[in-house]
């Protein structure tokens, strides 16, 4: 079974703290993407990649296609970053063509 | 513009009932996706439209659960013989082709009592 495997689980940080939260993948794919889920909210994209990095304000994240493994982090953490980020991959070479997503790394930035 | 929508935002039916969850996508977007997520996980694929058709249903757990897409654009997924089990919240996403970002809408709240 494909799996997508992210780490930490939970993670509990001070405001200012620099975050990286991890998603390993199986397989080949098409593309990663990351996407935040507040408690009770929906679930927002903040990137889709399938090489090298890219940037928006706060947030970065990078694959290594070869070590089939992402990071996405956060510089200058703020309490409103709190929440569950899931990292999803699109397979290539068939089976389904929805995503398969991780179970979510719970993230907590106390003031 | 207009984001994803989904209609009810909640809904909480009887054991053994039929119940239909509503996704309009953003307009112009081809393919539409019908996500599952329990309670403390991470979203499951259930099926994916390219247009009217569906091009992979693989994700649906069984034949109760079914998904039309009569237009290309509004999709209707259809849940019959409600179980206690059927209980999540049910996301839609659509995005202008296969491998494009796509945009979740806000989720139905299914309970089945």
């Known amino acids: 079974k494909n799996e997508v495997e992210q780490s930490p689980q939970n993670l509990t940080a001070q405001e200012g703290e620099f975050i990286t939260i991890n998603c390993s993948y199986s397989v080949g794919i098409s593309a990663l993407h990351w996407l935040q889920q507040h408690p009770g909210g929906g679930i927002v994209s903040l990137f889709m990649l399938s090489s090298g990095k890219k940037k928006h304000g706060r947030l970065i994240a990078t694959i290594n296609i070869q070590e089939k493994h992402s990071s996405l982090h956060i510089t200058a953490s703020h309490p409103r970053d709190s929440a569950v980020y899931i990292c999803a991959v699109l397979y290539s070479g068939g089976g389904a063509d929805g995503l398969t997503f991780g179970k979510g790394t719970h993230l907590i930035i106390q003031p | 513009g207009a984001g994803v929508s989904q209609t009810p935002s909640n809904k909480v039916t009887e054991k053994g009932k039929y119940v239909e969850l509503r996704c309009d996508p953003i307009s112009g977007h081809t393919a539409l996706y019908w996500y599952r997520q329990s309670l403390g996980q991470g979203p499951e694929f259930l099926i994916y439209f390219q247009g009217t058709g569906a091009a992979d249903d693989s994700g649906l757990p069984n034949d109760r659960f079914f998904a039309v897409r009569p237009e290309g654009s509004v999709s209707t997924l259809k849940i019959q013989r409600t179980e206690r089990g059927d209980s999540a919240v049910y996301l839609c996403?659509?995005?202008?082709?296969?491998?494009?970002?796509?945009?979740f809408g806000p989720g139905t709240r299914l309970t089945v009592l």
């Open positions: 996403a659509s995005s202008a082709g296969a491998f494009d970002s796509q945009y």
